[in-house]
């Protein structure tokens, strides 16, 4: 069955797409997830509550509403469906993952640590690469981990917004699993549970999942 899975084009060519797509939402994730979190929990500001709520939302809507609205976006502004839109909605879809798994962290920091870096003479910028960040180092390992997973594995919203020519893997075994019973969609959904298991075990190994919300 995997030898067959290897032989096919098709499952392997969307594989390399889900993976491209994953590290690319992972990316932006972080980029945009932890100054978000940062602002919610040590920024003071008229409008903070809303703002916050209005960046957990997409955690508290199913798949399919974000897929489909991002469908209809794309549509109003002649925007096809695409790698590019699918990479746009999956990181709106896991945006929350990494809000939350960091302000979890920030939480539990110290904030006397950067007064000092800062009565030291350091900048904001110094004290951020020298002293938060590295203490944010395991909750950002487990938030690009969480995002990574959940963008390799997402169909909900795969299925409204990638491209038809380069479908990423869930969409391709959507439909495979419509039209054929070969085995090697057996094979491929135990090496995507192998893949989750590896990801959460390096995590454990490296960060220990208890530390996650300290």
Known sequence: WYQSLLQNRQLTDSIWVSLTISVY??????????PAAFAAVRGSFPGKASLNAFLLSPQMMPGMVIGIASLFFGAYFAFRASNAMLVAALSVFCLPFVIRITMARLAGLDPRLDEASANLG??????????????????????????????????TVALFTSDVRGRPLPVELYYLVQNDSTPAIAAISAIEIGLSFLVM????????LERLGR
Do not use: K, S
């Open 122 to 155: 350091a900048g904001r910028l110094e004290t951020f690469a020298r002293v938060t960040l590295p203490q944010l180092g395991p909750a950002l390992l487990a938030a690009g981990a969480f995002t990574f997973i959940e963008a390799f594995d997402n169909v």
């Open 201 to 208: 075990l390096v995590v454990a190994r490296t960060v220990g």
């Open 25 to 34: 939402v992972a990316l932006i994730g972080l980029v945009l997830g932890v």
